[in-house]
């Protein structure tokens, strides 16, 4: 077992929408190497926009790591600590890249990263004809969120005018865009490859009867051999949205692996169960690196 390494004195501060198994192991891997860590709670958050400093605002932490699932209150939380000059893990620019998918997608695409064919429309008629220039079924997705919500196969033009007309309706200007991918026939799974810092610590295939393989949905996970591809791919897509700590998603095609996603946020509860890596341990140590490295937020 690798010795921890002494980080003692640094005040860490997790900000957390609730504590879940992967935070709770988080926090006590921090406090295991002699950090004083704080658990900040989104919903419970107060920021002094005024205030020339984060201490004046209440908050006392030498780094933030963002564990939040509610995406505009880490947004916000992680550009304010951005002016007052506090070190995040993840960057507020990275963040704001991953949680958009059409952004991010754009970036990914940019840079010669495989990905599936996706269109972006604004209005019904739009929407339909990106449909069909991709063929069906395709697949729809809000260009924020997670977890696998609001996705949907639609297998023809009568579907895609009922889901696309009732998105429409949702009230959030969010609903209004319309992020439309090819659908990928999968193998039953997709590939969850976690990094931290440059290294791919594990990487899990998480099977499913259903098409839609999250984790959150009812995944299974399972072991999966970082191959060279998968560890290129990875690495490459992180190093394009400028994210230290990232899951990234991939697809099995027949022209190889597609990045689907990459979430700054990435959740590892199921991913520990395939790995005897500390996942918790090394995103700690890599808080203290980024905080080390004087890398700004």
């Not at 509610?70 to 304010?80: E, I, K, P």
């Not at 199921?270 to 005897?276: A, E, I, P, S, V």
């Amino acid at each position: 077992m690798t010795p921890l390494i002494d980080q003692s004195g640094l005040k860490l501060g997790v900000l957390v929408s609730w504590l879940r198994q992967e935070e709770k192991l988080i926090l006590a891997a921090a406090r295991a190497r002699g950090m004083e860590v704080t658990p900040i709670f989104d919903r419970n958050l107060t920021l002094n926009l005024s205030a020339p400093t984060a201490k004046e605002s209440g908050i006392d932490i030498d780094v933030l790591l963002d564990r939040s699932v509610a995406h505009s209150r880490a947004g916000y939380t992680l550009w304010a600590m951005q002016r007052w000059g506090i070190p995040t893990l993840n960057t507020a620019d990275s963040v704001s890249i991953c949680d958009d998918k059409a952004r991010a997608s754009m970036v990914l695409e940019a840079v010669g990263i495989p990905s599936p064919k996706t269109f972006v429309a604004y209005s019904v008629e739009s929407a339909i004809a990106a449909c069909e220039q991709l063929g069906y079924p395709a697949v729809m997705k809000p260009v924020a969120g997670s977890w696998g919500r609001l996705i949907s196969k639609v297998n023809g033009p009568d579907q895609a005018r009922a889901i696309i007309a009732q998105k429409s309706e949702h009230g959030s200007i969010l609903h209004e865009i319309f992020y439309i991918q090819e659908f990928i026939e999968k193998p039953g799974r997709d590939i969850r490859a976690y990094v931290v810092g440059g290294d791919i610590v594990a990487a899990s295939y998480r099977t499913s009867e259903h098409w839609i393989t999250n984790a959150a949905r009812g995944a299974v996970s399972v072991p999966c051999p970082v191959t060279p591809e998968i560890e290129d791919l990875a690495l490459r897509a992180c190093a394009a949205v400028n994210a230290r700590l990232a899951g990234v998603d991939l697809i099995e095609t027949n022209e190889g692996l597609k990045v689907i996603e990459v979430n700054t946020g990435g959740e590892f509860k199921g991913l520990m169960t395939t790995t005897d890596r500390d996942i918790a341990g090394e995103i700690v140590e890599e808080a203290w690196r980024v905080y080390k490295d004087g890398v700004p937020a």
